[in-house]
């Protein structure tokens, strides 16, 4: 089936540093992916839509000068958090749909900033 | 009114008992429904995918859409610990843009 690799899958950085994470369609290709943030126990919360070749269009209220996305080809896109602070710990998960039908995810990204 | 409602649990079932997860949706556009899986710190696994109204079956898995009810379900058949889990409801109109519930939290008994 269909696989969409995420990377790193936990990472801790530094506050005020940037941490890339990477999400990779690996049997199909992608125009468009998106990212979610997932807090402990709540459902996934949209953050952008990724596209290839353009901007991502952000949600309401997310930062696009401090999440960084970047759609760089058809089977790539990644997310930079930039000038990271403690409250931008969480678990970031990465989704592609294939064919314009169903959604795949990314094994997700648990990422704490000390 | 949300988009699409799922009941968050938690639920617990006994091992080899049916279980049934259901969402319901307000937008009558949505044409691909979607279930996920969900264990702890691991991204969403899709387990079913329908397209449409009806029913579709894989393994102890079975899924229905009742669009005139706007109404989705999961039963799981003679359910395992292994089950145990988070279970996401997702539906889309156009396959770009999806909506998602809030999980329902499931434990199986062992």
């Known amino acids: 089936g269909a696989v969409v690799s995420q990377h790193p899958s936990w990472v801790i950085c530094k506050s005020g540093t940037s941490v890339k994470i990477e999400c990779r369609s690996l049997?199909?290709?992608?125009?468009?992916m998106f990212w979610y943030r997932q807090f402990p126990k709540q459902s996934l919360m949209l953050m952008a839509t990724?596209?290839?070749?353009?901007?991502?269009?952000?949600e309401q209220g997310v930062e696009k000068d401090k999440f960084l996305i970047n759609h760089a080809s058809l089977t790539l896109s990644t997310l930079t958090v930039t000038s990271a602070h403690p409250e931008d710990s969480s678990f970031y998960i990465c989704?592609?749909?294939?064919?314009?039908?169903?959604?795949?995810f990314g094994q997700g990204t648990r990422l704490t900033v000390v | 009114q949300k988009e699409v409602e799922q009941d968050p649990g938690p639920l617990s079932v006994p091992e080899g008992a049916i279980v049934s997860l259901n969402c319901t949706y307000s937008?009558?556009?949505?044409?691909?429904f979607m279930w996920y899986r969900q264990y702890s710190r691991k991204g969403p696994e899709l387990l079913m995918y329908?397209?449409?109204?009806g029913n579709k079956e894989d393994g102890r898995f079975t899924a229905q859409v009742d669009k005139s009810s706007k109404y989705i379900s999961l039963f799981i058949r003679d359910s395992q610990p292994s089950d145990s889990a988070t279970y996401l409801c997702?539906?889309?109109?156009?396959?770009?843009?999806?909506?998602f519930g809030t999980g329902t939290s499931l434990t199986v008994i062992p």
């Open positions: 329908t397209y449409s109204s």
């Open positions: 989704s592609a749909p294939r064919e314009d039908t169903e959604a795949f």
């Open positions: 990724s596209n290839e070749g353009s901007k991502a269009t952000y």
């Open positions: 997702a539906m889309s109109k156009t396959g770009n843009q999806f909506y």
């Open positions: 937008n009558s556009a949505f044409q691909y």
């Open positions: 049997d199909f290709q992608a125009t468009t």
